[in-house]
């Protein structure tokens, strides 16, 4: 039970992108079709909960021992960045047309702060390394569930009557900061 709380808690209640404020750049550049978000929520999933695999027990094996932990952002950067490559490879040979609708937000993966942001979370957090999965996994849930929510606004926006001055990224920093609202409502819950 404890570990759906965990994931639950990482997806809604400490959502990486409305509460965290992680991961702001990818959430922007791509939520205007919903195909490319689709693509990215799973790409993200995917690096989010590899990376997490890998870098805590990097931390906790490697780094700790040997007492290396002032390097563990630039390890955690290696591996983050690496895994965004395989991921990268992947898409293209697997789905030439989402590798070309992602375009240069598929690399940005590496540069995606909510990935190192799990990483470095789930290294402070007391917590064993399948809590830390479990948290990960939330992680990457959560954003996919709060870029295709806000996809699905975006485009019911763009055929809305909206003034002028608020058409395009106006209009979605105000939906961002709504859904922010909305999910602070949360905070306590779990």
Known sequence: MNLIAILISAMIINNIVLMQFLGLC???GVSTK???VLGMGAAVIVVIFLSAAITFPLYKYVLVPLEIQYIDT???ILVIAS???LTELVIKRFS???YKALGVYLPLIATNCA???VALTNITIDQTYLEALFNALGGGMGYALIIITFTAIRVRLDSASVPKALKGMPIAL???GLMALAFMGLAGII
């Open 26 to 28: 990818s959430f922007f």
């Open 34 to 36: 919903m195909k490319s």
């Open 74 to 76: 630039i390890a955690f």
């Open 83 to 85: 895994l965004v490559q």
């Open 96 to 98: 030439q047309s989402l």
């Open 115 to 117: 990935v190192l942001g």
């Open 174 to 176: 105000v939906t961002a």
